[in-house]
Nanobody, 115 residues
C-alpha cells in the first residue's frame, strides 16, 4: 500500500518563499515519477514540476526559475522549494507519485500568496 504524506505550505506575502515536502511509504521503485500538481479555485489540476526516475526535473513554464523540485531516492521523499512567490501561485498543492501504472496523491496543502 503506497501512501503519500505532505507537509508545509501556508500563507506568505508576494516575493516570499515556502517549502513543501512529501514522504512516500510502501515499496516504491526509483524509476517511478514523483511530482507536484496544483489546483487553483475554478481551475483544473495542473503539473507544477516532476522528476522522472533518476531523470532530470521538469517544470511548468510559469514556475521555471522560481521553483526547485528535489528527490531523495533512498528515503522516498521529495520537496518543492518555492521562491519569489506570486499571488497567482495561490492554490492547493498535491504531491503525486506515478508508480507501476497507478497514480497516488498526497492529501493536499494550501498555499496562499497575499499581502
Amino acid at each position: 500500500q503506497v501512501q503519500l504524506v505532505q507537509s508545509g505550505g501556508g500563507l506568505v506575502e508576494p516575493g516570499g518563499s515556502l517549502r513543501l515536502s512529501c514522504a512516500a511509504s510502501g515499496s516504491i521503485s526509483g524509476f517511478s515519477v514523483m511530482g507536484w500538481y496544483r489546483q487553483a479555485p475554478g481551475k483544473q489540476r495542473a503539473l507544477v514540476a516532476n522528476i522522472p526516475g533518476f531523470g532530470r526535473p521538469n517544470y511548468a513554464d510559469s514556475v521555471k526559475g522560481r521553483f526547485t523540485v528535489s528527490r531523495d531516492y533512498a528515503r522516498n521523499t521529495e520537496s518543492l522549494e518555492m521562491n519569489s512567490l506570486k499571488p497567482e501561485d495561490t492554490a492547493d498543492y498535491y504531491c503525486n507519485l506515478k508508480h507501476r501504472g497507478n497514480d497516488y496523491w498526497g492529501q493536499g496543502t494550501q498555499v496562499t500568496v497575499s499581502s
